[in-house]
């Protein structure tokens, strides 16, 4: 990685393909890990984190990860799943975060000198041309070493520098066997020792 001292950044974070990418992968983010990570590399503006959530279920297992993030340095931005039929009579689930994720670069980006995007989803490529062209750098971070690649070819292109996450394992994951079972503590945001239990979700 390559970061300008004192550069301003910020770490935009499509939830659901970062976790689907760990997953890949073999191992857990540790969020709270990332954040220093990328607190040493400038000056960390901001951290969001987009993910859609299902809202009509009593508990929702992504919920506790959500609170932490919350609580930890981290803004959350969540709107809810909506349920449709396709074609075929088939019950789907749709909660893409694209949108609310591209309005905020945008609306930041005058504020910031390097745009970090978590992400390989190919749809960014144009966000990123156009964050580029008012003069800022573009960082994505996802991976070539799952089969498929988890990042779009064409996006990988666009931005001034690819992170494989890979890369980053030893300092920002943990194996899925490190996990402790979650446990319903409505108290755990406030503490940072409580992240162990739920970063795995």
């Given at each position: 990685?390559?970061?300008?001292?004192?550069?301003?950044?910020?770490?935009?974070?499509?939830?659901?393909?970062?976790?689907?990418?760990?997953?890949?992968?073999?191992?857990?983010?540790?969020?709270?890990?990332?954040?220093?990570?990328?607190?040493?590399?400038?000056?960390?503006?901001?951290?969001?984190?987009?993910?859609?959530?299902?809202?009509?279920?009593?508990?929702?297992?992504?919920?506790?990860?959500?609170?932490?993030?919350?609580?930890?340095?981290?803004?959350?931005?969540?709107?809810?799943?909506?349920?449709?039929?396709?074609?075929?009579?088939?019950?789907?689930?749709?909660?893409?975060?694209?949108?609310?994720?591209?309005?905020?670069?945008?609306?930041?980006?005058?504020?910031?000198?390097?745009?970090?995007?978590?992400?390989?989803?190919?749809?960014?490529?144009?966000?990123?041309?156009?964050?580029?062209?008012?003069?800022?750098?573009?960082?994505?971070?996802?991976?070539?070493?799952?089969?498929?690649?988890?990042?779009?070819?064409?996006?990988?292109?666009?931005?001034?520098?690819?992170?494989d996450i890979m890369d980053l394992r030893a300092e920002i994951g943990r194996e899925p066997s490190e996990r402790e079972p979650a446990k319903r503590d409505e108290s755990f945001g406030s503490r940072d020792d409580d992240f162990e239990d739920f970063?795995?979700?």
């Amino acid at each position: 990685m390559f970061f300008y001292p004192g550069e301003r950044t910020a770490l935009f974070i499509d939830g659901a393909n970062l976790y689907a990418t760990a997953k890949a992968l073999g191992f857990d983010i540790d969020y709270k890990r990332l954040l220093s990570l990328f607190r040493k590399q400038g000056r960390l503006v901001r951290a969001i984190y987009y993910t859609a959530l299902v809202d009509d279920s009593e508990y929702s297992p992504i919920r506790p990860l959500i609170d932490w993030l919350d609580y930890n340095g981290y803004s959350v931005v969540t709107k809810p799943t909506r349920e449709f039929t396709d074609s075929l009579g088939r019950r789907k689930i749709k909660g893409n975060m694209d949108i609310e994720l591209a309005v905020d670069v945008m609306e930041m980006s005058a504020n910031l000198d390097h745009v970090i995007l978590f992400s390989g989803d190919g749809d960014f490529r144009s966000l990123v041309e156009a964050v580029q062209r008012r003069g800022l750098k573009v960082s994505v971070v996802s991976t070539l070493a799952t089969k498929p690649p988890m990042v779009s070819d064409d996006l990988r292109r666009q931005a001034d520098q690819f992170i494989d996450i890979m890369d980053l394992r030893a300092e920002i994951g943990r194996e899925p066997s490190e996990r402790e079972p979650a446990k319903r503590d409505e108290s755990f945001g406030s503490r940072d020792d409580d992240f162990e239990d739920f970063a795995d979700i």
